[in-house]
């Protein structure tokens, strides 16, 4: 007993003792001729982000400034602790130093403290908001930095305009807001230094690893440190929460680097190792490795994802573009809801117009029988192709339609309820989401053997899907798909609205983060990202050997080369 108590003991003085031990290294200290730049304190109470908060804020220009010249910037969450010239990280001097020397470009630094809402009696005490501002995993923070910060920065100095030349910084809290800003804004920021990062449950973080391995790569360059004796505590355990991050960022394919030392919840191993983390982030870029190869048996975004193949912006200039649909050939049709017309886009790349009448229209499916079946302002209708129009179904409140190789349409409602028309007299409701679940039924599409209806929700939380019987009937309805989580996104729209399957049964649903995708057994795979800013509001596999994924967004249409196939719903199913 004597034995194990002492083996106990001095294993917790050994692993305390490791953890105090890392040291600053020359670059951490003021050196003779080296020239020095300038720090100035400032305060900022005027948040509309995070109202009512006051916080202080520092801003580091670099030697031999010139107010003429545009400079990188990097921004540290909690400032304060990081300017000391006595601290753990003197980040001013280590900027001198590595400046001078060449090994980083001469840059901005903005550091800024987290708020408080102060107290209103005198000598009360008041409240911090750190936690709140830091480990929420939303895009709260990200639109603080750039749109109350920054501004306060730039009226300083002239800041470079590229997302390359930004860079966050954080330790604790601090780091894994840092890294959730660049997340939530690579098109601004994509440098990150992450140390003991608190990527555990605190506030949802626990929740990044996940979504790195099934989120198309992002544009940033990431790095993580921890200690083997950092927290486990009733949030979450650190040190784990930092290896799922790098094992992670690995399998994603991301250009990161990961230090785990023995070290604690403090910012020892950090300061000791900044002026290497500096040199490595500011690097040049180099190539990418690439993701992890989609494993047997587990669909990946890998899978469909082809290295290199990027949006490519096809059609600009409509209103409200809708109702992607292909026909087997390739050619691309589209409708601009917004204004009149349906509109085709050749193998060749050629934009035609189809119908310059057709108003209104959500939803375009071809049938077997080689004509255009639409939805539009409500009703079921049909074009032939010389565009003449024909009524089917009259104030059926339509929205979007898949038709099957015998001819059976099957279409969504404002009523929520998916209907069945089978000709002339032969319509009928085959499910009624008002007593069985589905909120607003949206985007609809069949599985390649066609024994599978997927119904998107857009006001709830997952695709639905059915099994379609012989007569037509629908059957084991379950809500198989879950779209993403947004309970952190505060601005998020609800669901997704359209919905189109690969032959490998892959299901793909756009959304307002982006197209998310599913293997045939509902299965998240990954979330591919957007073309651009806005939801992503109708999709096809289109194009030469349906092997284009057409995207319709803000007003455009879009393309990309995907490693997937589509096909189209009126030849007949594929049964392998």
Same mark, same amino acid.
């Given at each position: 007993m004597r034995k194990t108590i002492l083996f106990a003991a001095c294993a917790a003085l050994t692993a305390a003792f490791a953890a105090e031990d890392y040291k600053l290294g020359p670059d951490s200290e003021e050196q003779a001729g080296v020239p020095k730049g300038t720090v100035t304190e400032y305060k900022f109470t005027e948040s509309k982000i995070y109202p009512g908060t006051v916080r202080s804020y520092w801003i580091y220009l670099p030697p031999e400034f010139n107010a003429q010249t545009e400079y990188p910037l990097m921004v540290?969450?909690?400032?304060?602790?990081? $300017?000391?010239? !006595?601290?753990?990280?003197?980040?001013?001097?280590? %900027?001198? *130093?590595? $400046?001078?020397? !060449?090994?980083?470009?001469?840059?901005?630094?903005? %550091?800024? *403290?987290?708020?408080?809402?102060?107290?209103?009696?005198?000598g009360a005490r008041g409240r911090s908001t750190r936690s709140f501002e830091y480990d929420t995993p939303d895009g709260a923070c990200a639109e603080f930095v750039i749109g109350e910060m920054l501004p306060l920065a730039a009226q300083k100095?002239?800041?470079?305009?590229?997302?390359?030349?930004?860079?966050?910084?954080?330790?604790?809290?601090?780091?894994?807001?840092?890294?959730?800003?660049a997340w939530q804004r690579p098109d601004y920021f994509r440098k990150v230094v992450s140390f003991i990062g608190s990527f555990t449950n605190i506030r949802g973080g626990y929740w990044f690893p996940?979504?790195?391995?099934?989120?198309?790569?992002k544009p940033i360059r990431v790095f993580l440190q921890d200690g083997s004796n950092d927290l486990d505590n009733v949030h979450g355990n650190w040190p784990l929460g930092a290896q799922e991050m790098a094992a992670a960022l690995k399998f994603a394919g991301y250009d990161y680097k990961f230090t785990f030392?023995?070290?604690?919840?403090?910012?020892?191993?950090?300061?000791?190792?900044?002026?290497?983390?500096?040199?490595?982030?500011?690097?040049?870029?180099e190539p990418l490795p690439k993701p992890t190869a989609e494993a047997a048996g587990d669909m990946a975004l890998s899978g469909i994802l082809i290295p290199g193949e990027e949006w490519q912006m096809v059609v600009e200039g409509k209103k409200i573009p809708t109702a992607a649909c292909t026909d087997a050939d390739g050619n691309f049709y589209f409708a601009d809801s917004g204004a009149d017309g349906i509109f085709k886009i050749s193998v060749d790349g050629v934009t035609t117009p189809f119908n310059t009448t057709a108003t209104g229209v959500s939803g375009l499916n071809f049938g077997p029988d080689g004509r255009l079946y639409a939805c539009s302002k409500g009703h079921l209708l049909v074009y032939a192709s010389n565009g003449k129009e024909e009524i089917l179904a009259r104030d059926v409140k339509s929205f979007d339609l898949v038709v099957t190789h015998r001819g059976d349409v099957y279409f969504t409602t404002g009523l929520r309820e998916?209907?069945?028309?089978?000709?002339?007299?032969?319509?009928?409701?085959?499910?009624?989401?008002v007593h069985l679940g589905i909120a607003f039924p949206c985007g609809i599409a069949l599985s390649p053997n066609q024994e599978t209806l997927a119904v998107a929700d857009y006001f709830k939380s997952?695709?639905?899907?059915?099994?379609?019987?012989?007569?037509?009937?629908?059957?084991?309805?379950?809500?198989?798909?879950?779209?993403?989580?947004?309970?952190?996104?505060?601005?998020?729209?609800?669901?997704?609205?359209?919905?189109v399957c690969d032959t490998r049964a892959r299901f793909y649903c756009g959304t307002s983060e982006g197209i998310e995708t599913f293997d045939p057994n509902g299965r998240p795979i990954g979330l591919i990202l957007p073309p651009g800013k806005e939801p992503v509001t109708s999709i096809a596999l289109s194009g030469p050997e349906l092997s284009w994924l057409f995207a319709l967004s803000g007003g455009k249409v879009y393309k990309r080369k995907v490693n997937a196939k589509g096909f189209v719903t009126y030849l007949p199913p594929i049964l392998k």
């Open positions: 540290f969450f909690d400032g304060g602790g990081c $300017i000391g010239a !006595k601290g753990q990280f003197r980040v001013p001097i280590v %900027f001198d *130093n590595l $400046i001078h020397k !060449k090994e980083i470009p001469p840059l901005v630094g903005l %550091f800024i *403290n987290p708020g408080d809402v102060p107290p209103v009696a005198k100095a002239k800041l470079s305009a590229k997302p390359d030349d930004h860079a966050l910084w954080g330790i604790s809290s601090g780091g894994i807001a840092a890294f959730n800003a996940s979504a790195i391995r099934k989120t198309e790569r030392g023995d070290g604690g919840h403090s910012g020892k191993q950090g300061g000791a190792i900044l002026p290497d983390v500096l040199r490595w982030l500011w690097r040049p870029a998916v209907m069945l028309w089978q000709g002339p007299d032969k319509l009928r409701a085959v499910d009624v989401g997952a695709i639905w899907t059915f099994r379609v019987e012989a007569n037509g009937s629908l059957g084991g309805k379950m809500p198989i798909m879950p779209y993403r989580p947004k309970e952190f996104d505060r601005k998020a729209v609800p669901g997704g609205g359209c919905v």
